[in-house]
């Protein structure tokens, strides 16, 4: 199973990826008119055992209104059997505002990103051809990612491409390839209270697809419940998702998301946790409206 584990899974995968587009669009930077600083701890696949994937990373943002621009830090860390990714990177986005509720962002990110792998921890059922890759892979190279957003009050879509400098064609152990991705999303005021916010999300790259609607029900934007459908490269069903949330005093927000997996890889790992800690901060001096996307 070792070698399914390098093939599916290169770019990271999370549930909650709503909350927190800088991970794989720069031009969502600075979305929010606050600070805005997450973490995510993902626990993948669990019934691999220590071969699992195990996913980390830490995201900050803010706008600046002088700079019509939006500034960022993203740090990946992301393991996968004897495979580890980790990455730095610096995001920025350009918002043009087209009206007095709308923008375009053009979003740039650039960094550096470590690949370590050890084939000698890896079982080959057929050795023929890996001969020239029994050995250790620690490689660091420059990374960079683009990317597209639009904004109305209510709407948004975006596109982006990561690893935009590695070639597609040449996606093997030690260059990840491009990473296509590709997302809308809606928000229905449901009354007073609630808010109701449909999605659609997909991520594409040479060696997997993966497609996903989501909806997300917000309370007095002080707590949240969703689910998700997430489909592999056939269209067919790869997992479920369950998402819960709360924010606490206006500025900490926690998250947890559960996959189920019923697709192939279900008959040996079911279990999926990934847990969201986010914190906002005001900017001193700037009035805030009540935003009605909660999520940024």
Not at 165 to 176: E, H, Q, S
Not at 180 to 190: A, S, T
Not at 202 to 210: I, L, R, V, Y
Request: with cysteine; charged share 20%; glycine share 8%.
């Amino acid at each position: 199973m070792l070698p399914v584990c390098i093939a599916g899974q290169t770019d990271i995968q999370m549930s909650q990826h709503m909350f927190n587009r800088t991970t794989y669009n720069p031009a969502s930077t600075g979305a929010s008119r606050y600070v805005n600083i997450y973490a995510h701890w993902r626990d993948q696949w669990q019934g691999f055992g220590k071969n699992a994937p195990k996913t980390m990373f830490l995201t900050t943002h803010a706008y600046f209104p002088k700079l019509k621009s939006g500034l960022g830090v993203v740090a990946i860390n992301d393991k996968i059997s004897f495979e580890r990714n980790m990455l730095f990177k610096l995001s920025y986005a350009y918002h043009v505002h087209l009206t007095t509720s709308s923008y375009l962002s053009l979003g740039l990110s650039a960094g550096i990103l470590n690949r370590y792998i050890d084939f000698s921890k890896a079982t080959f059922e057929e050795l023929a051809g890996y001969e020239g890759t029994l050995e250790l892979i620690n490689k660091w190279t420059a990374d960079f990612d683009f990317g597209i957003e639009y904004n109305m009050e209510r709407f948004t879509a975006g596109i982006s491409v990561t690893h935009i400098n590695k070639t597609a064609d040449k996606a093997v152990y030690d260059n990840m390839g491009h990473h296509f991705y590709g997302y809308v999303k809606y928000r229905f005021g449901l009354g007073v209270d609630f808010d109701l916010v449909p999605a659609l999300f997909a991520q594409n790259s040479k060696k997997s697809t993966h497609i996903e609607s989501n909806l997300i029900l917000f309370y007095r934007n002080k707590a949240w419940i969703g689910a998700s459908y997430r489909m592999d490269d056939k269209f067919k069903s790869e997992s479920v998702v369950g998402i819960i949330g709360i924010d606490l005093m206006g500025f900490l927000r926690l998250g947890y998301s559960f996959d189920y997996n019923i697709g192939q890889i279900g008959k040996y790992a079911n279990n999926t946790h990934e847990i969201m800690l986010g914190i906002r901060l005001s900017r001193p001096n700037q009035i805030y409206a009540r935003s009605p996307r909660f999520f940024e």
